[in-house]
C-alpha cells in the first residue's frame, strides 16, 4: 500500500539533499530564486520557503552588468547619460556608476564637458 508523507508545507517538488545542497549553492552564489526554482524544478514560492525554512541569510546582491534604464526605473546613482532620444521606445540613460563628484560616468563626464562648438571646457 502507497501513501504519500506530506512534505513540511512546501509546493511543486520534493526537497530531496541533492536539492537542497542545490539550492544553497545556488543562493549563495547570488542567483535569483526564479531561477534557482528554474534550475532546480521547484516554483519560486517554494525556493522562497525553503530559503527562510534553513535560515539562509539574504547575501549580497552580486553586482551585474549595466542594464537599461528608462526614467521610471531610476534609482540610486547612475550615469544619466541620455542614449537614443526622448520619446524613443529604445530611449534609456547610460546607467552605469558615475565617477565621483560628477552626474555621469567616465565616459560620458569626457563628453559632457567638452563641447566643441562651443569651445568652452570648464575647468577641472
Ligand atoms: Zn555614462
Redesign the pocket.
Same mark, same amino acid.
Given at each position: 500500500m502507497r501513501y504519500r508523507i506530506r512534505g513540511d508545507g512546501m509546493e511543486g517538488g520534493t526537497w530531496t539533499q541533492e536539492r537542497v545542497e542545490q539550492l544553497i549553492e545556488l543562493w549563495e552564489g547570488g542567483v535569483t530564486t526564479a531561477e534557482i526554482g528554474r534550475r532546480i524544478g521547484v516554483t519560486k514560492n517554494a525556493v522562497i520557503g525553503k530559503v527562510h525554512r534553513i535560515g539562509l541569510v539574504p547575501r549580497v546582491v552580486i553586482e551585474r552588468p549595466p542594464q537599461r534604464r528608462n526614467v521610471f526605473d531610476f534609482n540610486g546613482l547612475i @550615469?544619466m547619460?541620455p542614449i537614443g532620444h526622448p520619446g524613443d521606445e529604445d530611449f534609456h540613460f @547610460?546607467g552605469?556608476p558615475p565617477v565621483d563628484g560628477k552626474p555621469?560616468?567616465a565616459?560620458?563626464a569626457g563628453q559632457a564637458y567638452i563641447r566643441p562648438k562651443e569651445g568652452k571646457p570648464e575647468a577641472a
Open positions: @550615469c547619460w @547610460c552605469t555621469y560616468c565616459k560620458h
